[in-house]
């Protein structure tokens, strides 16, 4: 069974930064198209950027330009997503996601494989 497992979450006061890191068991990141979608409660679940196994990034929506940053290291085979300046609307719980599809997309009915999450608080 291959398993996803995030981990960075923590309470952060606004303006702080995170490292959120997500992990595999059992294959190799870079053979998927890796995305982090966050949700908050009440609200749907929302694309925040992704890279694809080919290189290409794509960073969604206001949120993820100029403060949040997706990056991949093969060697640990690890994928981060580098938050910085964070604000109370960034909480959420992080998820990391995995596609077999070469592209991106934001629809998350997309993805095949999900991790549980890990939880962001942003607040002073």
């Known amino acids: 069974q291959l398993q996803l497992v995030e981990s960075g979450g923590d309470w952060v006061q606004p303006g702080g930064s995170l490292r959120l890191s997500c992990a595999a068991s059992?294959?190799?990141?870079?053979?998927?198209?890796i995305s982090w979608f966050r949700q908050a409660p009440g609200r749907e679940r929302e694309a925040i950027s992704c890279?694809?196994?080919?290189?290409?990034?794509?960073d969604y929506g206001d949120s993820a330009r100029g403060r949040f940053t997706i990056a991949r290291d093969n060697a640990r085979n690890m994928v981060y997503l580098q938050m910085n300046n964070l604000r109370p609307e960034d909480s959420a719980v992080y998820y990391c996601?995995?596609?077999?599809?070469?592209?991106?997309?934001?629809?998350?009915?997309?993805?095949?494989?999900w991790g549980k999450g890990t939880l962001v608080t942003v607040s002073s």
């Open positions: 996601a995995a596609s077999r599809r070469p592209i991106c997309t934001p629809d998350y009915t997309a993805i095949n494989y």
């Open positions: 059992d294959f190799t990141l870079n053979r998927y198209t």
């Open positions: 890279l694809t196994m080919n290189g290409g990034r794509v």
